[in-house]
T-cell receptor, first 114, second 115 residues
Framework: GENVEQHPSTLSVQEGDSAVIKCTYS??????FPWYKQELGKRPQLIID?????GEKKDQRIAVTLNKTAKHFSLHITETQPEDSAVYFC?????????????FGTGTRLTIIP | DTAVSQTPKYLVTQMGNDKSIKCEQN?????MYWYKQDSKKFLKIMFS???????INETVPNRFSPKSPDKAHLNLHINSLELGDSAVYFC??????????????FGDGTRLSIL
């Protein structure tokens, strides 16, 4: 089955600096890679996703890059703000006609230092 | 309007009891999921249903029995609760039309504590 590794497990950055979180996956058939943000005591919320037919996607301060050859993808947050503090999860899945299964990474606790 | 709603939000009970968690989605999605998030925040899928049919069963103990009366509802019944069942259980849904790139929307979670 799919295995997703995520690094680092914790990350502290100064407000205004950039943060990068990296994930690798094992199943070369995986073709969908979402990122979720989970604030303390809240539900995971999708912040950005990328499909295997593109290498990069950007949404304001958030960007995701995908390297299919190396089987890794990364989340980039620029101009970080205190409200970016949360746990971030990467995930991977592949189309299986109704049997889609998201395999999550182990999470990165991001702390923005004011 | 809450898209994916779970009840109860908190559940505190004794070891050995039986309990149920309910989930409803009003997004018109075909697929619903149960995830378990343990104390280390690791999110792991337990079950998924597509149009009331069980699709994924991730080697969960048979004390856990999901039921989907219709595609908008997915309930989780747990028998003979054990200490290790303490976790946050999240329900989620997605369009699930056979394409994997359909975002999953999560409910607010049910925090289960076993005494």
């Amino acid at each position: 089955g799919e295995n997703v590794e995520q690094h680092p497990s914790t990350l502290s950055v100064q407000e205004g600096d950039s943060a990068v979180i990296k994930c690798t996956y094992s199943d070369s058939a995986s073709n969908y890679f979402p990122w979720y943000k989970q604030e303390l005591g809240k539900r995971p919320q999708l912040i950005i996703d990328i499909r295997s037919n593109v290498g990069e996607k950007k949404d304001q301060r958030i960007a995701v890059t995908l390297n299919k050859t190396a089987k890794h993808f990364s989340l980039h947050i620029t101009e970080t703000q205190p409200e970016d503090s949360a746990v971030y999860f990467c995930a991977a899945s592949r189309a299986n006609f109704g049997n889609e299964k998201l395999t999550f990474g182990t999470g990165t606790r991001l702390t923005i230092i004011p | 309007d809450t898209a994916v709603s779970q009840t109860p939000k908190y559940l505190v009970t004794q070891m050995g009891n039986d309990k149920s968690i309910k989930c409803e989605q009003n997004l018109g999605h075909d697929t619903m999921y149960w995830y378990k998030q343990d104390s280390k925040k690791f999110l792991k899928i337990m079950f998924s249903y597509n149009n009331k049919e069980l699709i994924i069963n991730e080697t969960v103990p048979n004390r856990f029995s999901p039921k989907s009366p219709d595609k908008a509802h997915l309930n989780l019944h747990i028998n003979s609760l054990e200490l290790g069942d303490s976790a946050v259980y999240f329900c989620a849904s997605s369009r699930g039309t056979g394409y994997s790139d359909q975002p999953q929307h999560f409910g607010d979670g049910t925090r289960l504590s076993i005494l």
